[in-house]
């Protein structure tokens, strides 16, 4: 019997709210994603998406990129299997489906926010590892596109994205540097800023660079 993940109904919860910690270390957190109400597959966050979520003991924001996401069974020896039918016919015909799955994602973390507890810093933001990553069932939140305008002021970030393990960094990057681009509005400026210091980090890498650089169309 499936057990469902404890959450609030969807009503009731903030719509960036989409995803509940299920793994977590030190570098980066597993989340999967929280049940739709009707007939349909969670909302998968996008490759080289920004989503925060919080360590509870200190009230740090945790500020991560997306880096992996897949949907499957929930029951781990039966795999699924082509059945030739419409997403439409399967609501209609095997609605029982979509609750036989799962989908999770991985987000490495790039840095955190002091809790608005803390005055004397002025919620400063930090582009590097936080004391401790969220707990065990946190929420995971979509991040709200002023916070990541602030979060991408200084691209220290990048330095992070290009060291994960497991990852195709090279796409990884570029989709977060694009991300950030269309929501800072094409700000060109900033567009340049992210090259110039892309090239400082891989000034010994020179095909590296060039394929990331070639997938950020100004």
Same mark, same amino acid.
């Given at each position: 019997? #499936?057990?469902?993940?404890?959450?609030?109904?969807?009503?009731?919860?903030?719509?960036?709210?989409?995803?509940?910690?299920?793994?977590?270390?030190?570098?980066?957190?597993?989340?999967?994603?929280?049940?739709?109400?009707?007939?349909?597959?969670? =909302?998968?966050?996008?490759?080289?998406?920004?989503?925060?979520?919080?360590?509870?003991?200190?009230?740090?924001?945790?500020?991560?990129?997306?880096?992996?996401?897949?949907?499957?069974?929930?029951?781990?020896?039966?795999?699924?299997?082509?059945?030739?039918?419409?997403? /439409?016919?399967?609501?209609?015909?095997?609605?029982?489906?979509?609750?036989?799955? #799962?989908?999770?994602?991985?987000?490495?973390?790039?840095?955190?926010?002091?809790?608005?507890?803390?005055?004397?810093?002025?919620?400063?933001?930090? /582009?590097?590892?936080?004391?401790?990553?969220?707990?065990?069932?946190?929420?995971?939140?979509?991040?709200?596109?002023?916070?990541?305008?602030?979060?991408?002021?200084?691209?220290?970030?990048? #330095?992070?994205?290009?060291?994960?393990?497991?990852?195709?960094?090279? =796409?990884?990057?570029?989709?977060?540097?694009?991300?950030?681009? /269309?929501?800072?509005?094409?700000?060109?400026?900033?567009?340049?800023?992210?090259?110039?210091?892309?090239?400082?980090?891989?000034?010994?890498?020179?095909?590296?660079? #060039?394929?990331?650089?070639?997938?950020?169309?100004?």
């Amino acid at each position: 019997m #499936r057990l469902p993940l404890p959450q609030f109904a969807t009503g009731d919860r903030h719509p960036n709210h989409i995803a509940e910690v299920i793994e977590t270390t030190s570098t980066e957190f597993l989340a999967q994603c929280l049940e739709p109400e009707d007939l349909s597959f969670p =909302s998968m966050p996008p490759f080289g998406s920004w989503v925060c979520s919080v360590d509870e003991e200190s009230g740090n924001q945790i500020y991560a990129v997306v880096y992996y996401a897949t949907t499957m069974p929930i029951d781990s020896v039966h795999r699924a299997r082509a059945l030739g039918l419409s997403l /439409q016919d399967l609501r209609e015909e095997q609605p029982q489906i979509f609750a036989m799955l #799962r989908t999770e994602f991985r987000a490495a973390i790039v840095g955190f926010e002091l809790s608005s507890q803390n005055q004397s810093y002025n919620q400063r933001v930090y /582009q590097y590892l936080p004391p401790r990553p969220p707990q065990i069932h946190q929420a995971v939140y979509r991040c709200e596109p002023e916070a990541i305008i602030k979060f991408t002021e200084e691209l220290d970030f990048l #330095r992070t994205l290009l060291c994960i393990n497991g990852a195709p960094i090279e =796409s990884l990057t570029a989709a977060a540097i694009r991300d950030v681009y /269309q929501l800072r509005k094409a700000d060109r400026e900033w567009l340049i800023k992210a090259g110039r210091n892309l090239s400082v980090l891989l000034k010994d890498d020179y095909d590296r660079l #060039r394929f990331i650089l070639s997938q950020i169309h100004p």
